[in-house]
């Protein structure tokens, strides 16, 4: 699969962003991990479609109406069969903001091991190209701000720098008890996110925003739990 | 040709221009362009100057000509400050034979009305086969070439490289940057940049043998992604020093996402200048301070400064700088016990102390007229490895209340301290004033006398801890390049 062949079929529908599963699928094209995940339509019977994936699951609605998918109830985790599942979903399809939107299914996912929660994210600088952005905190990035960005590409250096640039890093290296996150695989993923032959170099005139939000580390390794990538208004000729 | 190379030889006639036409001077009156030709007369231009005029024989003595085709010879610069509506067509018709036109006139692309008139002088220019400076611009300053915008601007050739998108900041920059001891190897104003712009002028000073630090005033940006690789290549070999206007504005991004919100336009610069190791200043004080200090000091990528040793008058003065270096990142931690040792033994008066931040009032100091410095130095250069020293001394308490040259003395200690260990630790003077005349006038002579044997001076704490901070950013980031 061409890399940007995700963004020419997104483009062909008329979106002006990638869905989750697609933008899941473009970071794993890049090397960058994800949840195992299928796409499952409302009163499908899950039993069968869910056979292959280890709870405890994730549930959230997918839809090109619905860019915040939490504001209106439309994401639930932990839960623990697929039992859960179903009633999770029917749960959601009772919300007004989700029983009235398009709906391109429902994602159920592997829910990531737990850990710190990061942001890794893009903007297209009009003068610049694309700046990466990695910060602490993963929903809560815009209350505590604690980022730090980067003109693409970055080297290793860089990423190890823009750790070292938050403010909360300690986090980072374990309190209170919990165990430090690798930061080796945090570097890792801005790398092959943000790298020279990263995922924001390789298709920088088609992605004007980005959010892998949150980033779940721990210590064996990097998930994105939800992305999302905004396109570029015009298309490439 | 290297690409070094012919970036000097491209730009070798602007800032040595063997002959240059000026677009604009009256035969009758005063204009900009005839203050041009006075001020290069006595900057000691020695190459042809040719006035531009549509009628007059002659201007300001010199013989006027019809067009840039007319001239007896090709220029090199072409100096142009008439209405803007003018200048388009001059250039188109100047036959490939001007090199550099510098456009001072205003009414292009910063203003609405004039933005289309603005793509008609860059049309022009290249029909007529000239780069162009400007417009919207003040002109330049190159003591190489004796061509200056700026009046009594220092004939010495220097080491500081300056390229301002403001020309009245640039003159500032000169004026202001000379006083404190800056001396230039050119400044140029860039205006809108309609052709040549900030990018072009650093890629030239940066090969420049004669440059050792450049000093960038930006405003926009047209390229960015040519200024980061440019950057980004020097690898901090050469600093530059930029000032960035603007930094405060919400950046234009459309925020659809939690990055676009956390994106404001200032993300970017501190990015660059992490990733690229240039200085980001927030004033012109702190322009002019670090460039001072990368004019006068070597910088030390294999001991990037970290300690600093604080030595004067003036105890509450020491005691805030101590804070004011700590919050800068910079070290001043108390002597060990060789140090403490030396200095004990020199058995200062009460009222001195002697761990770092030394401290030593007026009375400390006058003992054998001042040379009780020498050996304070002395003693902490043999016990101690600071990678900075900080001389600095209040001067309103010994102008007219001290005997024979005190502070002369003083100063020739710190500089003989100084010539026996070369290279040891980087050693900055801050010379404090009450602003009184006579304090001002002694303040001045120091200065002059410590800058000619190569010593950076100050005029307060704060303006050498933002050198000292810039310099230990620099080393280190050079530092991190170097592996």
């Known amino acids: 699969m061409a890399p940007d062949q995700l963004i020419r079929e997104a483009r062909a529908a008329g979106r002006g962003a990638l869905d989750e599963l697609s933008g899941k699928r473009l970071l794993a094209r890049f090397g960058i991990a994800v949840p ?16 292959g994936l280890r709870p405890p699951f994730v549930l959230k609605v997918a839809s090109p109406d619905i860019l915040h998918k939490s504001d209106v109830g439309g994401v639930r985790t932990r839960l623990g069969s697929v039992e859960d599942v179903e009633t999770a979903m029917r749960v959601m399809l009772a919300r007004p903001e989700i029983g009235r939107a398009r709906l391109d299914g429902f994602l159920v996912e592997e829910m990531a091991p737990a850990g710190q929660e990061l942001v890794i994210g893009a903007v297209r600088d009009p003068q610049f190209g694309p700046l990466v952005m990695v910060g602490l905190g993963g929903i809560l990035v815009e209350v505590l701000r604690d980022v730090a960005f980067r003109i693409c590409p970055i080297e290793r250096v860089d990423a190890l720098e823009m750790l070292e640039e938050l403010k909360g890093r300690a986090l980072l290296d374990g309190v209170r008890g919990q165990a430090a996150v690798s930061r ?16 924001l170099m390789t298709l ?12 779940i580390v721990s210590a064996g390794g990097a998930v994105a739990a939800d992305a999302r990538f905004i396109l570029t208004p015009e298309t490439k000729s | ?107 292009f692309g910063e203003v609405d009305e004039g933005k289309a008139l603005q793509d008609e002088l860059v049309a022009g220019a290249r029909a007529g086969g000239c780069r162009v400076l400007g417009p919207n611009c003040l002109g330049m300053y190159s003591p190489r070439g004796r061509v200056t915008f700026v009046e009594n601007g220092s004939s010495d050739l220097g080491a500081v490289g300056i390229i301002s998108q403001s020309g009245g900041l640039g003159t500032d920059i000169v004026r202001r940057g000379q006083v404190r001891g800056l001396r230039f190897s050119g400044a140029v104003t860039v205006g809108n940049s309609a052709d040549l712009g900030p990018n072009d002028l650093l890629e030239f000073y940066l090969a420049d043998p004669h440059t050792k630090v450049i000093g960038v005033y930006l405003e926009a940006v047209k390229d960015g992604r040519r200024l980061f690789d440019l ?24 925020a659809a996402s939690h990055t676009g919100s956390l994106a404001g336009d200032d993300r970017v610069w ?10 980001l200043v927030e004033t012109l004080d702190q322009f002019l301070d670090t460039l001072l200090a990368f004019q006068a000091l070597t910088p030390r990528a294999d001991r990037p400064t970290r300690e600093i040793v604080m030595f004067g008058n003036g105890g509450g003065t020491s005691v805030l700088a101590t804070d004011l270096f700590s919050r800068l990142g910079l070290e001043v931690t108390p002597f060990g016990a060789p140090t403490l040792q030396a ?123 933002w050198a000292l901070a810039a310099l230990c950013a620099h080393e280190r980031f050079a530092c991190r390049a170097r592996t």
Do not use: W
């Open chain 1, 36 to 51: 195992r995940s299928t796409l499952v339509q409302p009163h499908e019977p899950l039993a069968r479609k869910l056979a």
């Open chain 1, 184 to 199: 080796e695989a945090i570097v890792d993923a801005l790398l092959k996110f943000a790298g020279p032959a990263g995922l």
């Open chain 1, 204 to 215: 920088a005139a088609d992605i004007a925003e980005a959010d892998i939000n949150p980033l």
């Open chain 2, 1 to 107: 040709m290297s690409n070094r190379a012919q970036v000097l030889e491209t730009f070798r006639p602007l800032f040595e221009p063997r002959t240059i036409a000026v677009v604009g001077a009256s035969a009758t009156a005063m204009s900009a362009a005839n203050v041009f030709i006075r001020r290069m007369r006595e900057f000691g231009y020695s190459g042809a100057m040719y006035p531009i005029h549509p009628s007059a024989a002659a201007v300001d003595g010199l013989p006027a000509y019809r067009s840039l085709a007319a001239t007896p010879e090709p220029i090199d610069y072409a100096y142009i400050s008439v209405a803007a509506g003018h200048v388009p067509q001059m250039l188109a018709r100047a036959g490939g034979r001007v090199r550099f036109a510098q456009v001072i006139s205003s009414g």
């Open chain 2, 231 to 254: 950057l980004k290549a020097n690898r901090a070999q050469k600093p530059v020093v930029l000032l960035k206007g603007g930094r405060t504005r919400q950046g234009q991004l459309a």
């Open chain 2, 270 to 279: 501190v990015a660059l200048s992490r990733q690229s190791g240039c200085l």
């Open chain 2, 343 to 465: 200095l004990a033994a020199l058995k200062l008066p009460p009222g001195s102390s002697i761990t770092n931040p030394i401290d030593t009032p007026v009375g400390t100091l006058q003992q054998d007229e001042g040379r009780i410095a020498e050996k304070i130095l002395d003693a902490i250069y043999a016990t101690a490895e600071p990678e900075a020293l900080v001389m600095h001394l209040n001067m309103a308490a010994f102008v007219g209340r001290t005997k024979g040259d005190v502070l002369g003395n003083l100063m020739q200690a710190a500089l003989r301290v100084q010539s026996r260990y070369p290279g040891r630790a980087h050693f900055l003077l801050v010379l404090r004033s009450d602003g009184e005349s006579e304090v001002e006038a002694r303040k001045r002579e120091f200065r002059a006398g410590a800058l000619a044997l190569g010593i950076p001076v100050y005029d307060e704490m704060m303006n050498v801890g």
